[in-house]
């Protein structure tokens, strides 16, 4: 059983919004910071925001700022990355991962990873 599960990946048209979400399944996520980053073919992964356990305190990537949301439902264990105005540059499969949430999004500091969600955005 995958610990940590993200769905709501589609193929939408540029402007178009999605909501991705994340869940765990072998431990409470709901006490644990948790990150979205994203890889596109050919490119790094890149880190695009994570949220503190009490989900008051999140950071962002500065290409999505002002485009994406990330929050948590404690009570649904749940973490969300709302996507609005999407670019086709935001393409990409998208993942969860589970244990930290800073400024560096420093990828090996996370425990837990998803195996992913792809969004497409078309132009």
């Known amino acids: 059983q995958v610990p940590v599960v993200e769905s709501g990946g589609e193929s939408v048209q540029a402007g178009g919004s999605l909501r991705l979400s994340c869940t765990a399944s072998?431990?409470?996520?709901?006490?644990?910071?948790v990150s979205w980053y994203r890889q596109a073919p050919g490119k790094e992964r890149e880190g695009v925001a994570c949220?503190?356990?009490?989900?008051?305190?999140?950071y962002y990537a500065d290409f999505v700022k002002g485009r994406f949301t990330i929050s948590r439902d404690n009570a649904k264990k749940e973490v969300y990355l709302q996507m609005n105005s999407l670019k086709p540059e935001d393409t990409a499969m998208y993942y969860c991962a589970v244990g930290y949430c800073g400024q560096d999004f420093d990828s090996r500091r996370n425990s837990y990873w998803g195996q992913g969600t792809q969004v497409t955005v078309s132009s």
């Open positions: 949220i503190f356990v009490n989900g008051r305190g999140t």
């Open positions: 072998r431990f409470p996520l709901d006490l644990n910071a």
